[in-house]
């Protein structure tokens, strides 16, 4: 039998660990994923005392402890990814895969964004305050917040094209569009889903307006 082909020119296989990322973004998530799992242990020390369900099999309980379980778990992921990172990059000089991605970055005009972390923390900060206010339900709230997170991330283009097909309802602007309709869509099934999953399934109480 003959041997099994070689990688065509210009393959990238994936290796666990593969230096994709420069040092100061491996720093900035191994200070981010270690803030998100203290976050998480508080979570999970806050919530193991709470009593058992009446009226529901579940309780309080088990629905965050699992989701601060899954994210540690992601977390450690990164970690791993991330300090392999950092050993593989002793030497303070660039790879010439670090140049080349700093490169495309440059091509197709991607640039860090910091104010639009700080944006988005904020408007998750007010989204936990509505829902603890109890104003809206807990649907309508994700529905609202995740619309504008995810319209926000998009830029102005697709809101442009997307203002431009609701007044002129010309065709030729759908294709720019496309992305707020998914947003939309993207949006609504997720709060609203949700909260069917989490009040019919789990038997979860959440804020009904």
């Known amino acids: 039998m003959g041997s099994a082909p070689a990688n065509s020119a210009g393959a990238n296989p994936f290796v666990f660990g593969r ?3 420069n040092p100061t973004i491996a720093k900035r998530d191994i200070g981010l994923m270690l803030f998100i799992i203290a976050v998480c242990v508080a979570v999970l020390i806050e919530s193991w005392d709470l009593p058992p369900g009446t009226f529901e099999p579940l309780g309080s309980g088990p629905v965050p402890q699992a989701i601060a379980f899954l994210i540690i778990g992601l977390c450690l992921i990164i970690l791993a990814r991330a300090a392999i990172a950092l050993a593989r990059h002793r030497v303070p000089q660039k790879t010439a895969e670090e140049l080349e991605m700093e490169a495309a970055d440059a091509a197709s005009g ?3 964004r910091p104010w639009s972390a700080t944006a988005v923390l904020v408007m998750s ?5 509505v829902l603890y206010l109890g ?11 995740l619309l504008i997170v995810i319209l926000f991330l998009l830029g102005r ?3 442009r094209a997307f203002a431009a097909w609701v007044t002129s309802f010309d065709r030729a602007h759908l294709p720019s569009a496309m992305p707020v309709f998914i ?4 949006s609504v099934a ?3 889903g949700c909260e ?3 009040t019919k399934i789990f038997y979860v109480d959440l804020p009904t307006g």
Not at 183 to 186: D, L, M, P, V
């Open 157 to 159: 283009p697709p809101l």
């Open 125 to 129: 900060g007010l989204y936990i305050v």
């Open 190 to 192: 997720m709060g609203f």
């Open 183 to 186: 947003a939309i869509g993207i």
């Open 135 to 145: 104003v809206l339900g807990f649907g309508v709230v994700s529905t609202f917040f």
């Open 196 to 198: 069917f999953v989490f």
């Open 19 to 21: 230096p994709i990322v």
């Open 110 to 112: 991607f640039h860090p």
